[in-house]
């Protein structure tokens, strides 16, 4: 059956009308008449049976209708300008990943070794996005994901990747590092707290087998960068996975409070659609990622 599918010069120069508000801008843009842009869009409109614009004594403006969808068909296009691109680029050869990922794993840990796998296997593009909650593949463009968590998401396969390793940090002239604390030492000691970990603290506490009355106390902040960019200026101790800040521990930036490592509840793992487990590009990052990771573990 033959698709229901408008020209894609009529959605080009739709999403550009759109873009402008403005039917001349679009004509401009694409190095057409202005009337060819009106001919194409008012078929469209036919095509479709919907107003996408209002006529106004200024101009065109989009319609309910219009506007939802001038969204769509601009992210249509992205994605076949994209795959469009990529092409080009490759000749026909190798491939990409679309791999969803916590955004400050992706920042700290995983693109300053992505590299490797680039050396290794040119021909294959890894593109990155940011995602921090479980989905459903089936809604979404990724062939895989990186996520703390757990791992068992409905019709998919995971590998295990690393544990995460909190620490107690703060600046060299806040910490005085110890062997033993003692719940009095923090009664003065400024405590940054994640928002999205409200009892970070107490369960760190806790794995010392101390009660800190003033655990929950402190600036709240939504990021780990921030939390560490604040500890890292004498604002506060923070409680920050060792992988996150390597390289301010080695530059003195940040100290550890005391030599003590907690493993969170979260785990890191690469999960994947059962249906992708035999896509070679992806075999292929599995295996580096994996192997990466395993020296990771090795040398923490």
């Excluded at 990529?86 to 070794?113: D, H, I, Q, S, Y």
């Excluded at 909190?166 to 030492?185: H, M, Q």
């Excluded at 400024?190 to 506490?205: C, E, V």
Aim: glycine share 6%; proline share 4%.
């Amino acid at each position: 059956m033959r698709r229901k599918i408008p020209s894609t010069t009529a959605l080009a120069l739709f999403e550009s009308a759109a873009r402008h508000q403005s039917f001349t801008h679009a004509a401009q843009e694409h190095a057409v008449t202005q009337s060819a842009v009106c001919r194409q869009i008012a078929g469209l409109e036919d095509f479709l049976d919907v107003k996408l614009f209002r006529r106004t004594k200024r101009g065109v403006l989009l319609t309910e209708a219009g506007t939802n969808y001038a969204r769509n068909v601009r992210a249509r296009l992205d994605d076949v300008e994209r795959d469009t691109l990529e092409m080009m680029a490759k000749g026909g050869a190798g491939g990409a990943l679309e791999v969803g990922v916590v955004p400050t794993f992706a920042a700290k840990w995983l693109v300053p070794r992505l590299g490797s796998f680039q050396k290794q296997h040119p021909d294959i593009a890894v593109h990155l996005s940011s995602r921090t909650r479980p989905f459903l593949f089936a809604d979404t463009a990724l062939d895989a994901a990186i996520h703390a968590g757990e791992a068992n998401w409905p019709g998919t396969e995971s590998v295990f990747l690393m544990d995460e390793s909190i620490v107690a940090v703060g600046s060299p002239e806040l910490v005085t590092t110890r062997r033993k604390l003692k719940a009095e030492d923090f009664a003065n000691l400024p405590l940054l707290q994640m928002s999205t970990r409200p009892y970070a603290w107490r369960q760190w506490f806790a794995s010392l087998g101390l009660e800190v009355a003033n655990d929950l106390a402190g600036a709240r902040m939504e990021l780990f960068s921030m939390t560490a960019e604040a500890a890292i200026h004498g604002q506060g101790l923070a409680l920050i996975p060792r992988f996150l800040i390597e390289e301010d521990l080695a530059a003195g930036r940040l100290v550890p409070l005391v030599k003590h490592e907690f493993l969170s509840d979260r785990r890191y793992y690469l999960i994947y659609p059962e249906q992708k487990s035999g896509n070679a590009a992806l075999a292929l990052f599995r295996a580096w990622l994996e192997a990466e990771a395993a020296l990771y573990r090795l040398n923490a």
